[in-house]
């Protein structure tokens, strides 16, 4: 095989070599990825995970009656009497309207290496109840009769009851004292009414009774709401910048700021299907077993307090670069070797390519420990320090080495920026590949690349016959030819 054919292939092998490098390296970023959702479950776990808000809902219990004939018995066949039935049950009523308030106080926290949102929820919810007629209930049987009884039971339901720091509730300006519920309505955990002290049917149908909760939820990463009400409205402050709202409405017009946001939703209850979806699961155990969980989250909106920036999702974008980075430096040096008629070795273009690598590696370790901006400063000088000093010897001099080190930093410089620019990360990236990719047709426009690699195959030594005696005179030829 010729030399100048061997060569490209040896290159061509060394860049899948080099891809597959790449690969693990960023295999490394995806393993510390799943670290990291470990341990924000880990520190979820260890408080409250995310938090789902539900209610108040007030549940009315009621009692059906009915009488139905029973046979006496075989002894005394075809006759009859008369057995009054009962069925007992509880009716949810749903809030006329729900208005929330609530201020949003987010932290960090750490967990080994690992840091994840934790929040304090500082909320007030408002609304008020129509006390329906008994007409409302689905009866068992036409005939029947049904009476609301008893005492109306207020609930509340939260996906980590456990992050409840203090929670007050007003009902028809009476103070009602609440405690954990048996029921886990959609598989959440609730607080009703502390039983006995429920409160007395005291209301009329028709009426409008007013009530007000009162609460403080500590949770991790983001918090949603269950549009129960015939209207809902959703206000929240918070000091984080970097929300990312989801469910199934946006708030109107949020405004994000470099300390926090505003985010304001409005929702009717024709828009969603919130309260029949809640209802029931409210209906029985049974319900809930059936995935009324599911169907519960699905109907929620709210916000989750992401990093756009944390050292993960960089080093993951950083390291689809990896291959672009290395085939252009590779590149660079192939142009020398071709321009200026220099020889370098396989070996050579791999120790290139190895350091380029090992920069995401550094990049990620150094990040866990000093922050993405000190470690990519810290990274991309060591990577570049080392090559430049390395071409400076590989190219047989400073002045070769120079243009190629200015080059890495361009490059290193602009991932950094397309790193940071978010939303217009993928505009910027193909902007400075199509800006690349012209600097290079425009400087090689003129160049008669026939002859430029005809020049470098003759510039190979050529390889002596089988069996030839190498005497002194061929090992000096053969030397001033190299």
Same mark, same amino acid.
């Given at each position: ?28 970023? =995806? =393993? ?36 139905? =004939? ?236 992401? =990093? ?175």
């Amino acid at each position: 095989m010729k030399p100048f054919v061997f060569k490209a292939l040896s290159v061509l092998a060394l860049l899948w070599v080099l891809w597959v490098a790449s690969l693990i390296a960023a295999g490394v970023v =995806d =393993d510390r990825l799943r670290y990291r959702e470990a341990a924000r479950q880990a520190l979820g776990n260890s408080q409250a995970g995310e938090q789902l808000v539900v209610g108040p809902v007030l549940q009315l219990p009621f009692e059906e009656r009915w009488f139905e =004939d029973e046979p006496l018995g075989k002894a005394e066949e075809g006759r009859f009497r008369k057995v009054e039935r009962i069925v007992a049950g509880h009716y949810s009523v749903m809030p006329e309207a729900l208005d929330v308030v609530g201020r949003l106080n987010v932290t960090q926290r750490g967990y080994g290496l690992f840091k994840s949102n934790v929040y304090d929820l500082e909320a007030t919810l408002t609304g008020s109840f129509k006390v329906p007629a008994t007409d409302v209930i689905l009866r068992a049987r036409r005939d029947s009769s049904a009476r609301f009884m008893g005492t109306a039971m207020p609930l509340l339901a939260f996906s980590e009851a456990r992050g409840l720091r203090s929670l007050t509730l007003t009902i028809d300006g009476e103070a009602v004292a609440v405690a954990p519920s048996t029921q886990r309505p959609g598989g959440l955990p609730a607080v009703q009414a502390a039983a006995p002290e429920g409160l007395p049917l005291r209301w009329a149908p028709g009426t409008v009774v007013p009530f007000t909760v009162k609460l403080v939820l500590t949770g991790t990463e983001a918090v949603n709401f269950l549009p129960i009400g015939t209207l809902n409205t959703v206000r929240l402050d918070a000091n984080w910048p970097h929300p990312s709202f989801g469910g199934n409405v946006l708030p109107t017009q949020p405004q994000v700021r470099a300390d926090g946001f505003e985010a304001h939703w409005q929702l009717p209850a024709l828009a969603s299907e919130a309260q029949a979806v809640w209802r029931a699961a409210l209906g029985t155990e049974k319900n809930a077993e059936r995935g009324d969980a599911t169907r519960v989250h699905a109907q929620a909106f709210g916000v989750r307090m992401i =990093d756009p920036v944390n050292i993960y999702s960089l080093s993951d974008r950083a390291t689809k670069y990896a291959m672009l980075f290395i085939t252009l430096t590779l590149a660079g040096f192939a142009l020398f070797e071709l321009f200026k008629q220099l020889r370098l070795h396989p070996v050579q273009y791999a120790l290139v390519g190895l350091a380029l690598v090992l920069f995401f590696l550094l990049l990620l370790s150094l990040a866990e420990r000093v922050g993405f901006g000190w470690a990519y400063f810290a990274s991309a000088a060591a990577c570049i320090g080392l090559i430049g000093y390395y071409a400076a010897h590989v190219l047989q001099g400073w002045r070769r080495s120079l243009p190629l080190s200015l080059g890495l930093t361009a490059l290193y410089g602009a991932l950094y920026g397309l790193l940071n620019a978010e939303e217009n990360a993928l505009l910027s990236g193909s902007l400075m590949l199509f800006a690349l990719l012209a600097a290079v047709m425009v400087a090689t426009r003129k160049v008669d690349w026939f002859a430029l690699f005809a020049q470098a195959k003759a510039s190979l030594p050529e390889k002596r016959p089988p069996n030839t005696p190498r005497t002194a005179a061929t090992y000096v030829q053969a030397q001033g030819a190299e």
